[in-house]
């Protein structure tokens, strides 16, 4: 028994020091790598208002390392790209949870639906953390939380939108952000002093705006679906206020910022991703953050599971993350992990999870096959030779889909076809 005991303290303290050896190794890490970025700091970073407004929501996005404004492929293009919401081909519901440093928290509600070629959506989230005041002797006088939350509407039309040409997809967010501070407490009384949390709340109001355009290039399998996407997008344009009532005043400027970012898939089950963010500010005294660079790759194993990695530089200090996203019964499930070296080794600071659900395509993939069985069925009245019957056919197709591009090809072909034959009808009666 005294032996199992001992070889129990050794074992124990063994594992005590190897700990300490790797906490100290990942230490170290973190400060040589930290050196090797840091020429990236910016002296101009936290100087703007609504912060929560550039803290992840949790979800895809977040596994691919925040490159996501080329990619939009769904619900997380309301936080990337609002013209995204015209080229999703099913209406989708989800709710994010992000856990981030310092006892932080991120919720978000999310709605999106297309019809036809427009989207439309809304998304509603809250970031929150707890506010605890302590006065001189260190005994708590108030215990509460500090909020911000932003309310989203989101309208987009993809023009132009065809079989060979996917269109120019264009995209609007109106956007309202409120921000809540608690009362504080007196210094001599230690009591709550009325208003003066109201006084330090604020509202901001903002837009953003984005454009998407999809096509092929080096596609090496078979997809309707656009194997490139390129998006471009300009967030939180506007201006925020701090008080309400005669002590408004105007707030530092919201964190806008100039997005630009690309998805490639060259083969069907690998997805990568690249993107370029840089922020800037509309005050007359304006101080720029440096820029910021992520990217990301999606391995896809089966149609209802893939693994996903991003790395993302912003600042001095890298992130690195790590997600799984997982299908069933039209409800997707993702987890992330994110390596932030600007917070902590720790999993509890740095997890998320979205819930998102499959609403249905109001008809998009009936359309689709009703489509699909009118061109064929040109195709086979033009094997036979009967022109009228073919272009009969493709014209229904048309109905449905005016810019289904291999029945307008068919019903050219069939003109020329038709003109030929009138042509030489003609030259046989020619004196």
């Known amino acids: 028994m005294v032996k199992f005991k001992r070889l129990a303290v050794s074992i124990f303290s063994l594992l005590m020091c ?40 949790g979800g895809r996005d977040e596994s691919l390392g925040q490159a996501f404004t080329g990619l939009c492929d769904d ?18 519901a ?12 991120m919720e978000t509600l999310t709605y999106s639906s297309t019809i036809k070629h427009m989207g439309f959506g809304g998304q509603f989230n809250c970031f929150y953390m707890p506010f605890t005041e302590y006065n001189l002797f260190g005994e708590r006088v108030n215990t509460s939380y500090y909020t911000e939350s932003t309310m989203t509407i989101n309208w987009s039309y993809n023009f132009l939108a065809g079989y060979d040409f996917k269109g120019i997809a264009f995209g609007v ?26 006084a330090q709340s604020g509202l ?3 837009a953003d705006v984005g454009l998407m355009l999809q096509f092929n290039v080096l596609k090496f399998y078979s997809s309707r679906d656009a194997n490139v996407r390129v998006g471009i997008a300009v967030q ?64 896809r194993f089966t149609n209802f599971l893939s693994v996903m990695g991003g790395f993302q530089i912003k600042g001095g200090n890298p992130k690195i993350s790590l997600g799984t996203e997982f299908e069933m019964s039209k409800v997707r499930f993702n987890l992330n992990y994110t390596l932030d070296l600007t917070t902590s080794f720790s999993p509890v600071n740095r997890f998320s999870a979205s819930c998102l659900i499959q609403l249905g395509d109001h008809g998009y993939a009936a359309r689709q ?63």
């Not at 619900?75 to 989708?92: D, E, G, H, T, V």
């Not at 009228?388 to 050219?412: H, Q, S, V, Y």
Request: proline fraction near 4%; glycine fraction near 6%; aromatic fraction near 12%.
């Open 18 to 57: 190897t700990g300490v050896m790797c906490a100290q190794s990942f230490s170290s890490f973190q400060t040589d790598l930290s050196k090797v970025f840091e020429s990236l700091v910016s002296k101009n970073e936290g100087l703007t208002s609504f912060r929560s407004l550039v803290i992840p929501k």
């Open 75 to 92: 619900l997380n293009f309301m936080n990337y790209n609002p013209a995204a919401s015209s080229i999703l081909k099913n209406s989708q």
């Open 236 to 299: 939180n344009l506007g201006a925020a206020w701090t008080g309400f009532g005669e002590k408004t005043v105007l707030d530092d400027p919201l964190p806008s910022s100039l997005n630009a970012g690309v998805s490639l898939k060259f083969i069907k089950p690998i997805t990568l991703t690249a993107e370029i963010k840089q922020p800037f500010q509309l005050s007359k005294n304006s101080k720029y953050e440096l820029f910021s660079v992520g990217s990301g790759v999606e391995i």
């Open 204 to 206: 901001g109001l903002m």
């Open 369 to 431: 096959q009703q489509v699909d069985k009118w061109y064929n069925d040109g195709i086979y009245w033009y094997s036979l030779r009967n022109y009228e019957m073919a272009k009969a056919c493709w014209n229904e197709a048309l109905k449905i889909e005016p810019r289904f591009d291999p029945a307008i090809t068919g019903i050219k072909t069939v003109d020329r076809i038709e003109n030929m034959f009138q042509k030489l009808k003609e030259a046989q009666f020619l004196e």
């Open 173 to 198: 967010n109106l956007k309202g952000a409120l921000r809540s501070m608690p009362d504080y407490a007196d210094n001599n009384t230690n009591q709550l002093i009325q208003g003066s949390g109201l």
């Open 94 to 105: 989800a709710f994010n949870h992000n856990s981030w440093i310092a006892d932080s928290k």
